[in-house]
């Protein structure tokens, strides 16, 4: 170890020399002198040892192993001969002290010279002060061109950003993530507390996009946190400014503009799915299906071939971006060739409802399918019991859905009851009037105030899919009883509901023919889904 240490020593003090050589002019004689010499001082020490010990042979008298000293080709191992170099190098490096002294100060007189000799002309306005370059001069250092200078500022850190945009990640904070762009500990934690007056900062969810500004920073001094906006929706936008010690927000909101888009399909395997490449709108899509769930089973009744033409309103900014879906205009389904279209009309007193070409309403007594996009599973009648394996009657009809799945009430009334009922599991009993009532079963949960004595009105939601009670899986049980006696929801011949008269249809016929001619206009240039149906406002993100 001691003489690999002096061995590096050694090293550097010749490359030392050589360098201080090259600056002064010379060739670097020594330097490579003072190689070869330590080079043949290891050989020489080298033979010698071999020499004595093939002469003296000293491992029969030390208590030592022969391959402990010698290799296999009996030659001494090379620690030994390097202790011995580094050692006759060390003396002789000591010895030529006085040598080395005068190669260095010939080295830095060399320097000096060639400074000297590039130095500007007298009364240059650009000149450098002149440095002495002796060894004892405690200025050497300090002498550096110009180009150096440039090349030390280029490689510094580049100035700060004046703008970032973040985007929040799966299971990031965010307080973390304007750290991570340079916003201080301090500054994002005012920040989030400034932002609660407007948005839950924990509620921030994945993809949201954050614009970050900083001031114009200086080489030395990096740029300081100066304002922030985010966009909440379509609509709003949180800005955030630094005003001194403190943070500002305000929520702008754009103004909306109510267009109006038409679209038209034709159902090939499902209705969500021809509609989605036809590029209407699934909750446009979701609405026709809950209007029309009061007259049109969508589990039986829906075949490949039929069609839907839906006009509706759809509420953007000013510069063409999407806020929100507005009312459902005017629907027509075409089931088994028979058209069945509808129009959204608000009658003198406000109520608004949709009718059919005739002033009667769409909507019944009872909703056929009380739930959306469930699978008809199991119907009325004679069945083998998937639990009990024996053949037993199915008083009602079964959905198949996800667990979660909303479930509404079928028609307006009251809950007659509401909690966990037998092998039906969580169940909901309403009374309609004094000889018709629904039953759900098998609910994952109830919806949040359902009782009894609870009034409801069709379409409400009043629980979720699941499997309780003798279930083997999620769905809903759907029971219609007539003076307490379940009967086949098919068969039950229930009564329409509201029809127009007077000056109330007048004024609904006038609507319809301005409803159809607004749809041809609209609607101009619509083509089926297999042409590659277009409708205006498509770009626009409407899907």
Known sequence: ??????????????????????????????????????????????????????????????RLRQRYIVNRNNRVRLRYVAGVAASVMVAGFFALGDASAHFATRAYEGSAA?????????????????????????GIQSRVSDGMRRASLAIKKAPKRDFEEIEIGRGDTLAGVLQEVGVSGGDAYSVVEALKGHVDPRAVKPGQKINVYFKNGTEETPGDFSKLTMKIDPIKEITLSRNGDKFETSMTEKKLVK????????????????????GIPTQVVAEAIRIYSWNIDFQRDIQPGDK???????????????????????????????????YRFEMADGRVDYFQP???????????????????????????????????????VDFAAATGTPIYAAGDGTL???????SYGNYIRIRHNSQLKTAYAHMHRLAKGMGVGKRVSQGDIIGYVGTTGRSTGPHLHYEVMVNNKQVNPKSVNLPTGEQLAGKELGRFKAMTNAIHQQYVSVSEGVKFAAQGFFFPGSSKGLN
Request: a positive charge; aromatic letters at 10%.
């Open 358 to 396: 005739d002033g009667f309403s769409i909507r019944k007594t009872l909703m056929k399918t009380p739930i959306d996009g469930a699978r008809l599973s199991s119907g009325f009648g004679m069945r083998r019991h998937p639990v009990l394996g024996y053949n037993k009657m199915h008083k009602g």
């Open 259 to 278: 267009n109006t888009y038409a679209g038209k399909a034709e159902i090939e395997t499902s209705l969500y799915g021809s509609a989605a490449r036809a």
């Open 416 to 422: 007659e009851y509401a909690g966990r009922f037998s």
């Open 1 to 62: 170890m001691l003489s690999m240490l002096i061995w590096n020593k050694l090293k550097k003090s010749v490359l030392t020399c050589a360098f201080y050589g090259a600056i002064a002019g010379d060739r670097i004689p020594a330097a490579r002198g003072l190689g070869k010499i330590g080079q043949r001082i290891g050989q020489y020490a080298g033979s010698v040892m071999n020499a004595l010990l093939n002469k003296f042979e000293f491992h029969r008298y030390i």
């Open 114 to 138: 060639v400074y000297a000799a590039l130095a500007p002309a007298a009364g240059d306005e650009s000149s450098y002060d002149t440095v002495s370059l002796s060894p004892g001069n405690p």
């Open 308 to 342: 839907i033409e839906v006009m509706y309103e759809a509420e953007e900014t000013e510069d063409g971006d999407y806020a929100k879906y507005g009312n459902l205009l005017y629907a027509n389904l075409t089931v088994g060739g028979k058209e069945v279209p509808i």
